[in-house]
């Protein structure tokens, strides 16, 4: 299998896999089970992290796409998803940011001195996190889009 193929492969399953603790963690604070939360979205974090990397990586080692050869549809999909992406890392990161605050009150932690969560972080914090699983949930369904295109040229 080409290299490139072969990455992007690999890229998408990991996107799969992130959409599955991201689902969980959801699960698990709907559930008020906040440090499963937590270790829950970090490691869809870490795996986001990951995939940055990689691309890194992937440019210098592999160059971009030939997207010359792309049909228009392809493009779009990819324009798209590429926007999905970006969605994801600002609000990710904002709910990330905001998520690493509320763990140093009473949300989860157990100190004495903690304060309790501020109604409004709590609420910021849920809507910056929900953005984030959608825009990812659409950057995956995208991906998948893009990558089937690639088999298309790549087999036909
Ligand atoms: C880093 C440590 C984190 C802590 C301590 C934490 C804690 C919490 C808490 C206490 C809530 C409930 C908010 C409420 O009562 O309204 C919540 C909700 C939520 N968090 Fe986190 N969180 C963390 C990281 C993250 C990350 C990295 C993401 C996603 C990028 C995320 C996504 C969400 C989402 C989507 C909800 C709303 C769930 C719903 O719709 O009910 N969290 N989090």
Redesign the pocket.
Known sequence: MDAKLAYWTAATLNMGVLLVF?AS??RR??NSE?AR??SR??T??ALVLGFVISYGVKLVALGREDLSIWSDAAIWTLRFHELCVFTMLLS?GL??RR??A??RTR??SESEDAPE?LPGA??G??KA??V??FAASLGFLSACGVLSSMYGRALG
């Open positions: 991201a963690g959801i604070v709907r906040v939360h937590r979205m970090l869809s974090v990710g709910a990330l998520g690493l509320l763990a949300a989860l969560p709590l609420k914090h849920g996190g929900r984030a699983v």
